[in-house]
């Protein structure tokens, strides 16, 4: 009989991740605008992208204006998978999983290898109680970028659902080994909680 794991109130599910790489290679020699408070690189967003002004509104919390801005940046072919990417998470916070689908979708259309869009198609089947195809799209993520702890993270917990601890503990332990030790205090609550899991359907099985 298959070992459902009950796991800490702290272990939800970690959240949409929005792109705030640039598409394009950076140049040394510029001002790098995304490491400046909000209140002081809206002073420069008439020399940026479309892409980098949809950003920076987003940030804001402005979604309106980045939706907006996001939909320019993709008729102007100025980081169009990332622009898809970031439009999906603001359809979610509407509401609508339909659009959020079809924007992240196409995201991987124009870059087959976006792993934020994985991973943000992994958090919709999971809000969609999808668990089969959230697993697919979080081991995609990972896959694509190994170094993306989210993905492990919530792999690890749709794997737990999805009654595959031995799966959970070695996701779990490569988000271990990626995040500071503070963020890896649950995933070590959740580690015990799978190792016990473990424990108990050995002892079953004898």
Partial sequence: MAQILKLPVQASKLGYKRVRRRCKPEDPNQLDLFTAPPAQILDFAAGLSPFEQALLWDERGDKPAAADLYAEAIKKEDCVADSYCNLGIIETQRGN?????????????????????????????????????????????????????????????????????????QALRRYQEQVPEEEARVAAEVLDNIKGSLAAAKVRSQ
């Avoid at 079809?102 to 994985?118: I, V």
Wanted: with cysteine; net charge negative.
């Fill in 97 to 169: 999983a339909i659009k959020a689908f079809d924007c992240f979708s196409t995201a991987l259309k124009h870059n087959a290898r976006h792993s934020e869009a994985y991973y943000n198609l992994g958090n919709l089947y999971f809000d969609q109680n999808d668990f089969r195809l959230a697993q697919f799209h979080f081991e995609i993520a990972a896959e694509v970028d190994p170094d993306f702890p989210n993905a492990y993270f919530n792999l690890a917990l749709v794997l737990a659902i999805n009654n595959d601890p031995a799966g959970a503990f």
